[in-house]
């Protein structure tokens, strides 16, 4: 692999402003630059070019990323190929371009690995009557097994022996073909039938797998591999990239036969996710293919789930110009039973009723709730903060805005000042007021971490405030927090120049937490926050977060007094009161009481 270290050197000597300018033209807006979008069709331009961040976001689409990103989108280069192409530009010689053992080279071979086990899972299901049989049950015709490469996994240890020249071979693990065990190697799959996930190149770079009959787990898939990452990768894209151009819509469900068999009735513009929740990165994929995507999941407990976690992936992407929608299916139903009971015109139906993404935004916040009580109004405003704050900026985000003000009873003014959206407010930490003590520390909490990323300087200037009060927090936002200190001050990390906003995600590429911190990169964009402001900004939430801290246990220590007087509980809660009084002096704000 190529270290970070010579990653963020490249970064460091690399401007975006050239990068992108080569294929956008771009004009002075402020600090920044603007132009249009090369990612999708706009008049007016809203892609906007950071030079001091070197970092790219539209407003239009939500495309953004540092300037490898750029060219891995645009020009439709992978990691390796355009670090390369950034390191030629500059003079720099890749520190394993003679290592093909750990790049490309190494790619090409667990491709090549995964392309021979395919053909053996093809060919091994046209000599098994049981799989043959199971697939017909199921309602596929021949012609939809040879379309999707399905095949089957002979229930043996070691099958996959007779389709390789070398059973010991490290990449066959590392394929996530085979699994050494304490020195015992045997095939993943086995007895199952194979479901080859491909890339939009055509590249079989995994599997799903399911078994024939009882037994658990039902469904299996490869495990992440340097081909496979799962929160990127869509089942069902390859073969359904021509339908989706054709019919102007994406149908997004939940399992590999649902795919199959909605493509066989005609719906070949059926795609799913693979045994993950719908990430932000698969809605954009599917966003710069077509304009509308439907979302179709099952009517139960899970089916609701997933809706819900789609609704969120999709709120961070979607630009104005795009349509989402979602249907639950009745109880009981898939997609799956539907077109083999009642056929491809009742699906058709069904998707029809589909809910468009402001009713099913406001639907989804109303479950369970009666919103004729004030408490359960603010419960929900409460709710939909998270979701409204990770949209990009735009037409949508305020009619949004203006649905929820409606359903929640609540004046469009208030929303906006409560979720600090107002223009010519600064979203800081001094402006949350009348919030619950647990909201204000998250929204405090949320805007350190915003601040750290947008400006990675600044992390060594907090060091001490971040691990006294984060390294070893218990909240999500916390773990973020230290994860961002720790990589922004990193030594391995370390070039001699000033890291940037860009550099530091680029860096932050394989953190579970990505996805947030890209939502909050292109909440900065629009902010465009100047240092001294965010050094500003940091001080006073720090010092804001100690004072509830104090706050907090000067409230336990007098709980602790009242419901047992002494004098040594009645001292610790002087001494608990004096810490909270002087800690409020800092800050200037008034005591509770």
């Known amino acids: 692999m190529i270290p970070q270290a010579f990653i963020q050197d490249l970064l460091a000597r690399v401007d975006i402003v050239d990068v992108v300018g080569r294929d956008v033209q771009l004009k002075k807006a402020g600090q920044n630059l603007l132009g249009l979008c090369p990612f999708h069709g706009e008049k007016s331009p809203s892609f906007t070019v950071s030079p001091s961040k070197q970092f790219y976001h539209c407003f239009g689409c939500g495309a953004h990323g540092s300037a490898i990103g750029f060219l891995m989108e645009h020009r439709g280069l992978n990691y390796v190929e355009a670090i390369r192409e950034l390191a030629q530009q500059v003079g720099m010689q890749v520190p394993e371009s003679s290592d093909r053992g750990r790049d490309g080279g190494k790619l090409s071979a667990l491709s090549e690995l995964l392309k021979r086990a395919a053909e053996f899972y093809r060919g091994e299901l046209k000599e098994s009557r049981v799989a043959i049989d199971y697939l017909k049950g199921r309602g596929l015709t021949g012609q939809t097994a040879v379309r999707f490469s399905l095949g089957f996994s002979p229930d043996a240890w070691q099958p996959l022996r007779a389709a390789v020249e070398d059973y010991d071979d490290p990449g066959l693990v590392e394929a996530g073909l085979v699994i050494s065990d304490e020195g015992k190697r045997y095939d993943r799959f086995r007895g ?63 399992g590999y036969l649902d795919v199959i068999q909605l493509a066989q009735a005609g719906f070949g513009e059926t795609v799913a996710a693979l045994g993950t929740a719908i990430t932000s990165t698969h809605v954009s994929t599917l966003l710069r293919t077509t304009d509308q995507v439907i979302f179709a999941f099952d009517g139960d407990a899970a089916g609701r789930k997933a809706a819900r976690r789609a609704l969120e992936a999709t709120l961070a992407v979607i630009a104005d110009t795009k349509r989402a929608s979602f249907l639950l299916l009745p109880e009981g139903e898939d997609p799956d039973s539907i077109v083999k009971t009642e056929g491809a015109a009742a699906f058709e139906i069904e998707l029809a009723r589909a809910l468009p993404l402001s009713r099913f935004f406001i639907e989804s916040l109303a479950a369970g709730r009666s919103l004729a009580s004030p408490e359960d109004r603010a419960a929900m405003v409460s709710d939909a903060r998270a979701l409204i704050l990770s949209m990009p900026p735009g037409a949508l985000r305020l009619q949004l805005l203006r649905e929820l003000a409606e359903a929640s009873r609540t004046p469009l003014d208030d929303l906006e000042t409560l979720y600090g959206l107002r223009r010519g407010r600064p979203a800081r930490p001094s402006a949350l007021t009348h919030r619950t003590p647990h909201a204000e520390v998250e929204d405090l909490k949320r ?37 961002v200190w720790r990589t922004a001050t990193s030594p391995e ?35 465009d926050t100047d240092v001294e402001t965010a050094r500003q900004v940091l001080d006073e939430a720090f010092h804001k977060l100690q004072l509830r801290r104090l706050e907090a246990e000067r409230s336990e220590r007098l709980a602790e007094y009242q419901r047992e007087p002494s004098e ?13 009084t002087e800690a409020r002096a800092r800050t200037g704000e008034p005591a509770t009481r």
């Open 192 to 254: 199952r039938i194979m479901f080859p996930i491909r890339s939009v190149r055509g590249q079989v770079i995994g599997f799903g797998a399911r078994i024939i009959g009882a037994g658990e787990p039902k469904y299996l898939n490869s495990p992440e591999t340097p081909l496979f990452h799962k929160g990127q990768e869509l089942y069902g894209l390859f073969e359904a990239r021509d339908a989706i151009r054709q019919s102007g819509r994406a149908i997004v469900c939940e």
């Open 447 to 483: 805007r350190i971490l915003q601040q750290l990323l947008a400006h990675p300087p600044l992390a060594r200037e907090f060091n001490r405030a971040v691990s006294d009060a984060h390294v070893d927090g218990g909240e999500p936002v916390d773990r973020e927090i230290a994860e």
């Open 568 to 580: 040594d509980r009645l001292e610790a809660y002087r001494v608990a009161d004096r810490c909270y």
């Open 493 to 527: 990390l370390a070039t001699g120049a000033v890291m940037t906003h860009g550099a530091l995600l680029e860096a932050l590429q394989s953190s579970p937490f990505i996805d947030d911190y890209r939502t909050l990169a292109a909440q900065e964009m629009e902010l």
